[in-house]
Structure formats: structure tokens, C-alpha cells
């Protein structure tokens, strides 16, 4: 069975760091691109970063810039999301999704396999 699933999230306070993961499991990565999601309590899903299959191309929200940085490791078969700087507006539920092409995308359609999500709260 072809799946995602995130994990790295957790409680930190204001300025700490987490390190998302993205594992795949039933598939392989290398042809896909994968983008980092997440949603607060009463908001809709928004794009916070995505990466191409080659990992050549990497975007960011505007929101995250110079904190959050997206890597790939395709020989383990995951993706990361470096976060940093944390504040209490990055408190959500965030989800990987992947998407069988090039492009990096951080448009919730692009995509069409989504792992479960992993909550990450910034609180003091």
C-alpha cells in the first residue's frame, strides 16, 4: 500500500526548531515532487513549501521564508522540513503530499497523495 507519513512534530517554544520528515512507503520518491502543507484550526490548507523531483527547485510562502528550508534524501526515500525560528503563528497540522511530475507546486490541487499530518504547536 502506497502511503506518507509525516512525523517531527511536537510541542516548542517561540525561536525553537523542528525537523519535519516525509517518509514514502509502497512507492518511490524520485519521480515525484513534494510539498509541505499545513492547517490552522478554523483556516484552510495553505502551501508553506514545496520541492521538485530532482530537488533542483524549491519554493517558499512568503510566510516562512529564511526559516523553513525543504530537503530531500531520495536514497531514504524522504523529504525533510527544516523549521526554524518558530513562532506562534506556525502553530498547525501539517501534511506532505506528493505529486508524480518535475514541477514544484504548492497548490493543494496539484496534488494527489497526502500522508495523515503532524501536529506542530509554538507555545510558551
Known amino acids: 500500500q502506497s502511503q506518507l507519513v509525516e512525523s517531527g512534530g511536537g510541542l516548542v517554544q517561540p525561536g525553537g526548531s523542528l525537523r519535519l520528515s516525509c517518509a514514502a512507503s509502497g512507492f518511490t520518491l524520485d519521480y515525484y515532487s513534494v510539498g509541505w502543507f499545513r492547517q490552522a484550526p478554523g483556516k484552510e490548507r495553505e502551501g508553506v513549501s514545496c520541492?521538485?523531483?530532482?530537488?533542483?527547485?524549491?519554493n517558499y510562502a512568503d510566510s516562512v521564508k529564511g526559516r523553513f528550508t525543504i530537503s530531500r534524501d531520495n536514497a531514504k526515500n524522504t523529504v525533510y522540513l527544516q523549521m526554524s525560528s518558530l513562532k506562534p503563528e506556525d502553530t498547525a497540522v501539517y501534511y506532505c503530499?506528493?505529486?508524480?511530475?518535475?514541477?514544484?507546486?504548492?497548490?493543494?490541487?496539484?496534488?494527489?497523495?497526502w500522508g495523515q499530518g503532524t501536529q506542530v504547536t509554538v507555545s510558551s
Open positions: 520541492i521538485s523531483s530532482s530537488g533542483g527547485t524549491t
Open positions: 503530499a506528493a505529486a508524480f511530475t518535475y514541477y514544484c507546486s504548492t497548490y493543494v490541487a496539484f496534488f494527489d497523495s
